[in-house]
Nanobody, 117 residues
Framework: QVQLVESGGGSVQAGGSLRLSCAASGSIFRINYMGWYRQAPGKQRELVAGITTGGTTNYTDSVKGRFTISRDYAKNTVYLQMNSLKPEDTAVYYC???????????WGQGTQVTVSS
């Protein structure tokens, strides 16, 4: 089992910045990929950014150049630095950890990000 605890959400004005943190514990040695997802009211949950154990990252197009995902192996923590925030970034952000063999997926409890215009 893997436990994920998110922190760092809040309310900011457009153009501002926030940094989300996701602390992982448990059987983290099995984790191959960690990502940040978000879900806005009335919309499907979408992948925002992800990072493999090797450090390869991927981003959804709408956040490229504004968001950065990183990983601190010593602290077992993944971060999402969000700059130049827009009102359309408003959502609940979830941390996700994926294990490929055997396939398992773990989720954090979510943290609210609200961007006002």
């Amino acid at each position: 089992q893997v436990q994920l605890v998110e922190s760092g959400g809040g309310s900011v004005q457009a153009g501002g910045s926030l940094r989300l943190s996701c602390a992982a514990s448990g059987s983290i040695f099995r984790i191959n990929y960690m990502g940040w997802y978000r879900q806005a009211p009335g919309k499907q949950r979408e992948l925002v950014a992800g990072i493999t154990t090797g450090g390869t990252t991927n981003y959804t197009d709408s956040v490229k150049g504004r968001f950065t995902i990183s990983r601190d192996y010593a602290k077992n923590t993944v971060y999402l630095q969000m700059n130049s925030l827009k009102p359309e970034d408003t959502a609940v952000y979830y941390c996700n950890a994926n294990q490929w063999l055997p396939p398992k997926s773990y989720w954090g409890q979510g943290t609210q990000v609200t961007v006002s215009s």
